[in-house]
């Protein structure tokens, strides 16, 4: 017997054991492999069948501007009927104009206009709706006590409420036809809570709540829920933000880049097309889309894994982020305080 020293034999005597170790190991791996083959093959029941955009009716609230507008030139591109619903005549004729501009052929309808969020005229006028996406969204950054109180309420009636209204005109015939979907465009400021959003946040959180349910209430009628978390995009409701939004604000969502609409839209529309509950744009998206799923939905196998594989991952380097928005809110305090002081010796 080979033996270093006393100590050492003991661990030796148990070198019997090591194929039998081996052996367990591989049974172990083998029950792995199969587990996930099994998942791989049951998961035909777990993903939808795409939707067909092409012929489809797709409804797209904040149609006339920004996110909504590229939203509707992708459906538009792939030969589906649009109707557009926000409150400016004026932006929603331009919208149209632009809109059409992409026809992929002339027997194609255009774009219906109309004011405020007649989605049930829509769908008599129409046809029933094959896609709604609510987009018509509001941001407002800026600190919680700089906050007008009402403005509190007038977000969450914009973003959250103004989400219910048309999902309400259309699921009744959704559920009869036992075919839909149904996006609610969130923020990744949906998923975590940022210096300056103490009133955009919260109507984005609403959104996913929401949707979890509705998701469940109305999977067995073949009907697909999805929420788009984007980040910063270029839009014009973005420029409008900007104008008085806190450094503080600034900085931290800069970590997550600048996105152009048009590009989140494709990865929007193809979301909902393929009935992915989660639709998240860019590699912080990503990130943070596995960290929060939390018990949302899972529409694919390969979904399902990776959050399994790369949570711990994720949450480590979310601390590291956490530790540098934080030390930005520092930074910009200490500014802000010389500041104060060079006014005072002024
Ligand atoms: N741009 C960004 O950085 C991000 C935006 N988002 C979200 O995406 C959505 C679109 O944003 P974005 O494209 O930037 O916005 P825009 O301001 O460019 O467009 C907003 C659209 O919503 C419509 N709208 C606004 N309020 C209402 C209302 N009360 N009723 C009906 N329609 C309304 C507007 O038309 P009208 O004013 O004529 O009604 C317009 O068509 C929003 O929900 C936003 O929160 C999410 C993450 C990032
Ligand atoms: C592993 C963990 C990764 C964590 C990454 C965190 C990145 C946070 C950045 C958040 C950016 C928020 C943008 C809000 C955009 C928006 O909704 C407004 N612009 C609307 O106009």
Same mark, same amino acid.
């Given at each position: 017997m080979f033996s270093l020293g006393e100590g050492f034999s003991v661990w030796s /005597?148990? !070198?019997?054991w090591r194929p039998l170790l081996l052996v367990m190991l591989l049974v172990v791996g083998a029950f792995i492999v199969a587990f996930v083959l099994l998942l791989y093959m049951v998961s035909p029941l777990i993903s939808p069948r795409p939707l067909k955009l092409n012929g489809a009716h797709v409804v797209v609230t904040?149609?006339? !501007?920004?996110i909504g507008k590229c939203i509707a030139i992708e459906c538009f591109k792939h030969g589906a009927f649009i109707t557009l619903v926000a409150r400016d005549e004026g932006k929603l004729l331009r919208a149209k104009k632009e809109i059409e501009?992409? !026809?992929?052929? /002339?027997k194609q309808v255009g774009v219906a206009d109309f004011l405020k969020s007649s989605v049930l005229w829509a769908q008599e006028k129409?046809?029933?709706?094959d896609m709604l996406i609510n987009c018509a969204g509001k941001s407002v950054a800026a600190k919680f006590e700089d906050i007008e109180v009402g403005l509190f309420r007038r977000l969450m009636e914009t973003n959250y409420l103004g989400s219910i209204y048309p999902t309400r005109a259309v699921i009744h015939t959704m559920k009869e036809r036992r075919l839909g979907r149904i996006v609610f465009v969130s923020s990744q400021a949906g998923q975590v809570g940022l210096f300056g959003?103490?009133?955009y946040s919260p109507s984005k959180f609403a959104l996913r709540g929401l949707a979890e349910s509705l998701q469940m209430e109305v999977k067995s009628y073949n009907i697909y829920i999805t929420v788009a978390y984007p980040p910063d995009t270029d839009t014009p409701g973005f420029q409008e933000e900007n104008k008085d939004k806190p450094l503080e604000t600034k900085l931290i969502s800069e970590t997550s880049g600048l996105c152009q609409p048009d590009q989140v839209a494709k990865i929007i529309v193809n979301d909902a097309v393929q009935g992915n509950f989660n639709s998240s744009i860019g590699p912080d998206g990503y990130m943070l889309s596995a960290l929060t799923c939390g018990m949302s939905p899972v529409t694919s196998i390969t979904e399902g894994l990776q959050q399994i594989v790369t949570m711990g991952l994720f949450r480590t380097i979310a601390l590291f982020y956490l530790g540098s928005f934080d030390s930005i809110v520092r930074r910009c305090m200490m500014q802000q305080g010389k500041c104060a002081d060079v006014e005072k010796k002024d």
């Open positions: /005597d148990f !070198s019997g904040g149609g006339s !501007s920004g501009k992409h !026809s992929i052929n /002339d129409l046809g029933p709706v959003y103490t009133a």
